[in-house]
């Protein structure tokens, strides 16, 4: 393990650019899964509605989690909108859309956000960051476990 003080700048600069990843997608996938939340329609109404809500309190959550593993990195943790929204491999909805679509949609951002975080949690490996190799383990098992049960409701 090494300390986050003992990092070299460039793994510092590498981590903390990989963590504002997770950070952007998580912070768009928040704001999707509310608006689902508020906009979720059909026979699945109740349970959804509470998925959703499920999905972006622990998002929001996840969010300050990376965001101060940067800060303990020395990093600068990235806090614009519409910085996140552009940088993010997960996009924005309007919510207009039926049940079954809402869910494709979270389940895809879920499956994302645990790619991004596998990616992070590898090069935190790579420089023996063993912190915030745990985090990104941790936050990718929570997002696979999402994505399961969402697919849960498409079959």
Request: glycine fraction near 6%; charged fraction near 20%; aromatic fraction near 6%.
């Amino acid at each position: 393990m090494q300390p986050a003080a003992d990092l070299s700048p460039s793994a510092q600069t590498a981590i903390c650019e990989a963590l504002n990843q997770a950070v952007a997608e998580t912070a768009v996938t928040t704001m999707l899964a509310q608006n689902f939340h508020w906009n979720v329609t059909g026979m699945a109404f109740g349970p959804l509605h509470d998925l959703f809500q499920e999905i972006y309190e622990d998002h929001f959550t996840a969010q300050d989690d990376l965001a101060e593993r940067i800060k303990a990195l020395d990093g600068h943790a990235e806090g614009v909108l519409s910085a996140m929204v552009a940088r993010s491999k997960v996009s924005e909805h309007d919510g207009h859309a039926d049940d079954k679509t809402m869910v494709a949609a979270m389940q895809a951002a879920q499956e994302t956000l645990a790619a991004t975080l596998g990616a992070a949690g590898a090069l935190a490996s790579e420089h023996e960051d063993t912190l915030t190799e745990d985090l990104c383990i941790a936050r990718g098992q929570v997002h696979e476990k999402f994505a399961w049960m969402l697919r849960a409701h498409l079959r």
